[in-house]
């Protein structure tokens, strides 16, 4: 049964919307829906530095964003979704807890959300597909929006019960994703730059700024990454693995993602605990799993087969 995608007049059979070039003015919709918000922040640092912005500020920043994108990548996609690996306990607390901070929902809640998009990506039911409104710039526009964040204001909920049994099974895992002890580590994540800005200037201005680096910029720059993986990366890029949807590489989001963007070798294979498996694709994430794996914190990783990526594998 072909799987379908939702144009202007309702959900067609796939096939309707296969790889094609985006068109110019699709590509510019992009650059404006997500890039701009990213380009202002950016442009914010020299304006601030000096008096809003300090070296402490990118020291703090530095040392926080990389442990909350580990959370998600590593933690919550990888491990908590996939299984690409099997890990200690005290290790599966940690990476619940950095990716919690990180500001994207519970735990038990985006592995329900994620599952469920990879069960019907790009199709009827895909919680966030960017293509839900059809091609064309009105279409694409709406759905960019629609897969960047305005699926998050839906009222649909993914059932839990349904996509995460294992996890609700788990005590630990259960327990942090409880809203009281949730609402805990959401606050975690604005008091601890704050603290270490406070110690490493001793004074309130430091604090300050560090709450406003390392708090909210760090979590604003950290969710328009991800969520260009939902927009971006299933409207443009290179595909170089046969999918069932509309999933691509986009090779200039491999670094700030921590190489979630090789998305196309993740939707080709999605239990494989490394993404970007071809030369040249830097892949932080499993650089990780890799020295957790040497460090005998994690074990059973699911690398890639070779026999496995020349079957999916698309001819030059």
Same mark, same amino acid.
């Given at each position: 049964m072909a799987t379908v995608t939702r144009t202007q007049t309702g959900w067609a059979?796939?096939?309707?919307?296969?790889?094609?070039?985006v068109p110019l003015a699709e590509r510019i919709a992009v650059v404006i829906f997500v890039g701009v918000p990213l380009l202002a922040a950016a442009a914010?640092?020299? %304006?601030?530095?000096?008096? /809003? &912005? @300090?070296?402490?500020?990118?020291?703090?920043?530095?040392?926080?964003?990389?442990?909350?994108?580990?959370?998600?990548?590593?933690?919550?996609?990888?491990?908590?979704?996939?299984?690409?690996?099997k890990a200690k306990r005290w290790l599966r607390i940690v990476l619940a807890i950095l990716g919690g901070q990180a500001m994207h929902g519970s735990v038990i809640r985006w592995v329900a959300d994620h599952r469920r998009h990879h069960k019907y990506a790009d199709?009827?039911?895909?919680?966030?597909?960017?293509?839900?409104?059809?091609?064309?710039?009105?279409?694409?526009?709406?759905?960019?929006?629609?897969?960047?964040?305005?699926w998050l204001f839906g009222k649909d909920r993914t059932s839990r019960r349904r996509y995460a049994p294992d996890l609700l099974a788990d005590p630990d895992i259960r327990f942090l994703s409880l809203n009281p002890v949730y609402a805990l580590i959401v606050l975690s994540t %604005?008091?601890?730059?704050? /603290? &270490? @800005?406070?110690?490493?200037?001793?004074?309130?201005?430091g604090a300050v700024?560090?709450?406003?680096?390392?708090?909210?910029?760090?979590?604003?720059?950290?969710?328009?990454?991800?969520?260009?993986?939902?927009?971006?990366?299933?409207?443009?890029?290179?595909?170089?693995f046969r999918t069932r949807d509309r999933s691509r590489n986009v090779a200039w989001l491999a670094i700030p993602s921590f190489g979630e963007?090789?998305?196309?070798?993740?939707?080709?294979?999605?239990?494989?605990?490394?993404?970007?498996?071809l030369k040249g694709q830097i892949d932080i994430s499993a650089r990780v799993i890799w020295l957790f794996e040497r460090l005998g914190w994690v074990w059973d990783v699911r690398w890639?087969?070779?026999e496995r990526l020349a079957a999916r594998r698309i001819a030059p």
């Open positions: 059979p796939h096939r309707d919307l296969s790889p094609h070039p914010a640092v020299p %304006f601030a530095w000096g008096w /809003g &912005m @300090g070296w402490t500020d990118v020291l703090i920043f530095a040392v926080l964003y990389p442990l909350n994108a580990i959370g998600v990548t590593v933690g919550y996609h990888r491990h908590f979704t996939h299984g690409s690996f199709a009827e039911g895909d919680p966030h597909s960017p293509w839900e409104y059809g091609p064309g710039l009105i279409g694409l526009t709406k759905g960019l929006w629609h897969a960047h964040m305005g %604005f008091l601890v730059p704050m /603290g &270490m @800005g406070a110690l490493l200037t001793q004074s309130w201005h700024t560090a709450l406003f680096w390392g708090g909210f910029m760090r979590v604003f720059i950290g969710d328009h990454v991800t969520f260009s993986i939902n927009s971006i990366c299933h409207v443009f890029g290179k595909e170089h963007s090789w998305h196309n070798l993740h939707h080709a294979d999605p239990t494989c605990a490394r993404h970007g498996v890639p087969d070779e």
